[in-house]
């Protein structure tokens, strides 16, 4: 289920809309149960188990069901391929700050869209997007936090071996600094996933910062001669 999973079952409880869910891991469903007594069927996995979950899922069995996937990066066509014209939804919840929730409505699902519509309002904030615009937005508000985060962590440890200074507390000034909260990245990125491939990408990069706070010290060193 993950994290994305686990936050919209948690804010469709509290709005008190029953949820029946399934979980690998906890075994407290199965698929096949969840789909017979679901009209909206929510899919938030990993797009690497999409296959997988492609040929568990009976073709008559998902008839008339909607779907509502958060799988990122994954395009309409690639379900449409295998489950054929279902009615589809693509959704990009972000679990920090005050993001709405971007969705992107498919061809097949225009019947549903206003039930789909209200669903998901009671999400939160809503705002609808052209699937061609799904990534971006993915990168800016479901993968924002935690590249942005890295890459002041990573700051901040430039900062605090130029300074002699303790990594986290170096980390800590700056957060609060700028008044936002450290969050455990962890929870954000999943293994071999696309917030992970950022980070990656970053901590590759640690010369940057390096060069970036030399730059600073070589002014203030200048000034301090005027």
């Not at 188990?49 to 073709?59: G, M």
């Not at 061809?107 to 971006?136: C, F, H, R």
Request: hydrophobic content about 45%; some cysteine.
């Amino acid at each position: 289920m993950g994290n994305v999973g686990g936050w919209l079952r948690a804010r469709l409880k509290r709005r008190k809309v029953k949820v029946i869910s399934f979980d690998r891991k906890q075994k407290d469903s199965s698929l096949q149960e969840v789909i017979a007594k679901s009209g909206v069927v929510f899919l938030c996995l990993r797009p690497q188990n999409l296959t997988r979950l492609f040929k568990e899922l009976d073709t008559n069995a998902i008839a008339g069901k909607v779907f509502i996937t958060a799988a990122a990066a994954v395009p309409m066509q690639k379900y449409y391929r295998s489950l054929g014209k279902v009615p589809l939804v693509r959704i990009m919840p972000s679990l920090h700050g005050r993001s709405p929730l971007f969705f992107s409505v498919g061809e097949y699902a225009s019947s549903q869209k206003a039930q789909v519509i209200k669903l998901l309002n009671t999400l939160g904030a809503t705002e609808e997007i052209p699937e061609k615009e799904m990534d971006a937005y993915m990168y800016l508000v479901s993968s924002g936090a935690a590249v942005v985060e890295e890459f002041l962590a990573q700051y901040a440890e430039a900062v605090a071996a130029k300074g002699k200074l303790p990594k986290q507390k170096a980390a800590q000034m700056l957060f609060k600094a700028l008044n936002i909260p450290q969050t455990d990245i962890a929870k954000i990125k999943t293994k071999a996933g696309i917030t992970a491939a950022g980070i990656i990408a970053i901590r590759k990069n640690k010369k940057f910062f390096k060069e970036v706070v030399m730059a600073m010290a070589a002014q203030a060193a200048k000034i301090q001669k005027i």
